[in-house]
């Protein structure tokens, strides 16, 4: 039972285009979701975060938009460049006890120039 | 500031056979999480490390896989023997405390041949 739904599985743009990736989740009491991009042959960094308490966060041309009675949230990245070209995922964890992280399983992104 | 050490980068083993993974964390991060990537599957919680107490080993697979933190520093997890499932790229990340400053080690490949 996979708590964190991601989609697509992959995506090409073209540079400058919108990329959209999309995560749902089935845990009411998760409280932190945030996304990592990932590199080949490097492990997952911390690319943006969000909280149910906003709808909407922003940083440079990452926005992550918060459903939280749909139970949704998806990643935005706006006049997507080659260099973004990597592995994103969602994931979602809640406080107290060991507050781990569940992932979705991945997007592979490809920016073609 | 040296991040997350992970080695080795790559190990190929034959079923049956030992290894061990290695994970240096950032210095002075108490929490120390052991995560795995199956192919084209999620990346999944193994462990959680608070000093050298394990807080939570929920995601172990089984008895074959025994993970330490010597004196709250590094962290080593074994699997013996490897079975052909245990293939995959094991991650290591650590944070001081809050969530949003896990940091990742590049990961080890494992394969079990």
């Known amino acids: 039972q996979q708590q964190v739904k991601q989609s697509p599985q992959s995506l090409i743009v073209q540079k400058g285009g919108i990329s959209i990736i999309n995560c749902a989740y089935e845990?009411?009491?998760?409280?932190?979701f945030p996304w990592y991009q990932q590199f080949p042959g490097k492990g997952p960094a911390l690319l943006i975060a969000?909280?149910?308490?906003?709808s909407e966060k922003k940083e440079g041309r990452f926005t992550i938009s918060f459903n939280k009675s749909a139970k949704q949230f998806s990643l935005h990245i706006m006049d997507s460049q080659p260099g973004d070209s990597a592995t994103y995922f969602c994931a979602a964890s809640m406080a107290g006890g060991s507050e781990k992280l569940v992932f979705g399983k991945g997007m592979k992104l490809t920016v073609n120039p | 500031e040296a991040g997350v050490t992970q080695f080795p980068s790559h190990s190929v083993i034959e079923k049956g056979q030992t290894v061990t993974l290695r994970c240096d964390p950032i210095s002075g991060h108490d929490n120390l999480y052991w995560y795995r990537r199956v192919m084209g599957k999620e990346i999944k919680f193994l462990l959680h490390f608070v000093k050298e107490s394990k807080q939570d080993e929920s995601g172990m697979p089984n008895n074959r896989f025994l993970a330490e933190r010597t004196g709250g520093t590094y962290s080593t997890l074994k699997v013996q023997p490897a079975e052909l499932e245990d293939s995959g790229v094991y991650f290591c990340?650590?944070?001081?405390?809050?969530?949003?400053?896990?940091?990742f080690g590049s990961g080890t490949r494992l394969t079990v041949v």
């Open positions: 845990n009411t009491a998760f409280d932190y």
């Open positions: 990340a650590s944070s001081q405390g809050a969530r949003n400053g896990y940091t």
């Open positions: 969000i909280r149910p308490d906003v």
